[in-house]
Every structure is written in C-alpha cells, then in structure tokens.
T-cell receptor, first 114, second 117 residues
C-alpha cells in the first residue's frame, strides 16, 4: 500500500536558519504530493503541492520538488521565522485510487526560537 | 479559496451520551467528505469517507455503529459519536473535496476537540 515517511522531530531552529524536512514515499500509482501545516489547536492548511515529476511547489517561502527518481518531496525554507512554528505533514494522494484518499506522514514538529 | 467549517470547535460531554459534529463546505459543493481522528502529537487517522447521498465507507477498525456519518447534502456532513466514552476523546477533523476542484485536493476544517468525562 501507499506510505509516507518523514523525518521525525522535533526540530528546533533559531530564527533565520535554513530548514529541511525530509519526506519520502511509496505508492502503487503516480501520486500527487502535498505538504500541510497545522498550527496549535487548528486544522490542517495546504502549504504547497506538486502533481507530477520535477514540479516544484512553493508558498510563503517554502519549497518542495517532486523527485520521482528518489521518491522524495523534501520541504525547504531558506530563512525560518518564529511564526513558522507548527507541525508539518507530508502527504500523498494516489490518483489511481478511488475517492482520492490522502496518506499522511507522522508529522514533524518545528519550533523556531527568536 | 475553498472554506470548510466545523461546529462545534470544542465539546465536553458525559460518558454514555452522544455528540454530533457538523462539517460544512461554505463556498463549494462537496461531493466527498472525509473524517479524521488525531491523537495528541500524532498524525491523522482516516476514519471514513462519505459521498453525498450514499453510505459512508469506513476504514478498517472503525466501528460504524459508534461513529455514525451522514452526508445528507452537498454542503453538510455530520459525525455522531454514540455512547461516548473517555477513550473517544480526541481531535476530529473533516475535509472536503469535489469534482469541480482539482479532484486530488482536500480542504480541511479547523477541527473539533471532543472531551468525554
């Protein structure tokens, strides 16, 4: 079945540091890939997405590139801010399946200190 | 953008009672809605998928008689936790998608914190 593996946290960084959160996946079909962010006490917000190989998703300074050859979708940001503190989830949707269910990684807690 | 709301945001109930949680798509018609459960510091666990006008499809291990899901219209799905027990305390999140939007994209509600005493 489909699965997503992302680096375990927690990750603690100082403001303006570089961020990488690794994500790899296995899928039976040709999935779409997503990064979601969850702020404390809230639901999930779509951060960025990519639907085919070599696509780069980007939003709010975050980027991730769909690498089919390494089955990866690592999240990066060049300079994090305190407001980026949240839990980040990597996810995939296998479009070959029914109902387009999302498969999530376990989440990575990011804390950015001033 | 597509907005999904949930009500209530927090609910406390006594053991043995039932609780209903609503999930609404505010600016689009949701042909499919999903219900997730999230334990503290853990990922989301898909409980069920509901399509408007048909019975929900439950994931393995989820008791369909305990977690009743109704998707009565294209903008509303409800999750009823029947005969709630303390172990049902959790954060419940819904999401919605539609064939009009990119069909692989889900929009999430803000979640409902259920505490059973």
């Amino acid at each position: 079945g489909d699965s997503v593996t992302q680096m375990e946290g927690p990750v603690t960084l100082s403001e303006e540091a570089f961020l990488t959160i690794n994500c790899t996946y296995t899928a039976t079909g040709y999935p779409s890939l997503f990064w979601y962010v969850q702020y404390p006490g809230e639901g999930l917000q779509l951060l960025l997405k990519a639907t085919k190989a070599d696509d780069k998703g980007s939003n709010k300074g975050f980027e991730a590139t769909y690498r089919k050859e390494t089955t990866s979708f690592h999240l990066e940001k060049g300079s994090v801010q305190v407001s980026d503190s949240a839990v980040y989830f990597c996810a995939l949707s296998d479009r070959g399946g029914s109902n387009y269910k999302l498969t999530f990684g376990k989440g990575t807690l990011l804390t950015v200190n001033p | 953008g597509a907005v999904v709301s949930q009500h209530p945001s927090r609910v406390i109930c006594k053991s043995g009672t039932s609780v209903k949680i609503e999930c609404r798509s505010l600016d689009f018609q949701a042909t499919t809605m999903f219900w997730y459960r999230q334990f503290p510091k853990q990922s989301l666990m898909l409980m069920a998928t509901s399509n408007e006008g048909s019975k929900a499809t439950y994931e393995q291990g989820v008791e369909k008689d305990k977690f009743l899901i109704n998707h009565a219209s294209l903008t509303l799905s409800t999750l009823t936790v029947t005969s709630a027990h303390p172990e049902d305390s959790s954060f419940y999140i819904c999401s919605a998608t539609t064939s009009v939007l990119p069909s692989y994209e889900q929009y999430f509600g803000p979640g409902t914190r259920l505490t059973v005493t």
